[in-house]
């Protein structure tokens, strides 16, 4: 599951599907109301402008932490200008990660990979990283764009997956994409 080319969204393409109007389309509280409640620890991995993240914030509360994760400080940086106007910046901790390693030093209730792990250059060992992060029945929730990523790449994902240690809890329905969300064994 490694690949060749190493794409990464700059930031300014990210203005075009991580603005406000995505919460009419992808409504954090709704797609994660079954794995995410009040005071747990979670991470929105490729976080960008913080679109999920600002969402989990206000799910997880005072008593939580979300750590926003992504690779260019153009996207944290926006995000936290974005976080302090909802009022959640004292909830939400930014990690810029290297592109073959998250760096994070934290155990987790939820994991958020949104749109994100095709861009990765090894995703296998992604996933085994989300994986050491997770607490015991921690759950990862999974999901990649449909117009830029093929069933049976999303398969191949799901698969290794399976193979490090995650089992699949369910396949929900979200808009323009393929999701799976996958719990630790």
Known sequence: ??????????????????????NLIHKPKKMFKEYVREGMTV???GCGFGCFSIGLAKMVGKKG???????????????????????????IETHQCESHKIGLDARLDFALAFWMIHETPDALDLLKQIHSLLKPDGVLFLADPKMHVSLSFFNETISA?????????????IAMSWAVVLSRK
């Open 65 to 91: 932490k979300v750590y926003s994760v992504d690779m260019q400080k153009g996207m944290l940086d926006r995000l936290m200008k974005r976080a302090r106007k909802a009022g959640v910046a004292d909830i």
């Open 161 to 173: 997956a399976e193979k490090i240690g995650f089992k699949v809890i369910e396949r929900p329905k």
């Open 1 to 22: 599951m490694k690949k060749d080319n190493n794409h990464v969204c700059p930031v300014w393409m990210a203005h075009t599907f991580d603005n406000p109007l995505r």
């Open 43 to 45: 991470m929105d991995i």
